[in-house]
């Protein structure tokens, strides 16, 4: 099963927005609503902030936002704060109920 | 607070076996799956597979198909995840999360070298 593709940096300034995209293909990301996203700081354990495509775990800011389109999901960031500089991977459900991982993508707030 | 606790770092010599566990605790251990990811130093997160904490079903990276071993004890609500004849490419952070398609919460992982 190949990884996911991310691309490898995305960057914006405060207050901007940025999208990220993962695409796969009809067996993982274009077959299931099961996307899910995780940021993680340096030296940190990943910490989800999207499932099911679109849903926000309980408590977490309305600034990330997360859509799929086809074989490719986006995690949408609003309102760069300097936190958010973190690396991002996304994850998707496959046939064979095995998951894939995306190669990661390290968000830089300018 | 849901929590994952992991055991400490290892270093093993190449053709070891390492085993490395899991608690969990604040949450109903066998009503979730347990998945295991890894991180090579520098490297993304690549899916080992999933333990059924209810029946100890498992479903393993075909990668790791034959190197690798998933259980559970549910009385002390641990998971365990054991990979024999390591290899170099093996030297990663191990963790443990809970779910099945998607992960949450993540434990701090153990850091597992292989290195003659």
């Known amino acids: 099963q190949s990884a996911l593709t991310q691309p490898a940096s995305v960057s914006g300034s405060p207050g901007q927005s940025i999208t990220i995209s993962c695409t796969g293909t009809s067996s993982d990301v274009g077959g299931y609503n099961y996307v899910s996203w995780y940021q993680q700081h340096p030296g940190k354990a990943p910490k989800l902030i999207i499932y099911d495509v679109s849903n926000r775990p309980s408590g977490l800011s309305n600034r990330f936002s997360g859509s799929k389109s086809g074989n490719t999901a986006s995690l949408t960031i609003s309102g760069l704060q300097a936190e958010d500089e973190a690396n991002y991977f996304c994850?998707?459900?496959?046939?064979?109920?095995?998951?894939?991982f995306g190669g990661g993508t390290k968000l830089t707030v300018l | 607070q849901v929590q994952l606790v992991h055991s400490g770092a290892e270093v093993k010599k190449p053709g070891a076996s390492v085993k490395v566990s899991c608690k969990a605790s604040d949450y109903t251990f066998t009503n979730n799956y347990i998945t295991w990811v890894r991180q090579a130093p520098g490297h993304g997160l690549e899916w080992m597979g999933w333990?059924?904490?209810?029946?100890?079903?498992?479903n393993y990276a075909q990668k790791l198909q034959g190197r690798v071993t998933m259980t559970t004890a549910t009385s002390t609500t641990t998971a365990y995840m054991e990979l024999r004849n390591l290899i170099s490419d093996d030297t990663a952070v191990y963790s443990c999360t809970r779910g099945l398609n998607y992960f949450d919460p993540w434990g701090q992982g153990t850091l597992v070298t292989v290195s003659s």
């Open positions: 333990i059924n904490a209810y029946n100890g079903d498992t």
């Open positions: 994850s998707s459900f496959t046939s064979g109920s095995t998951v894939v």
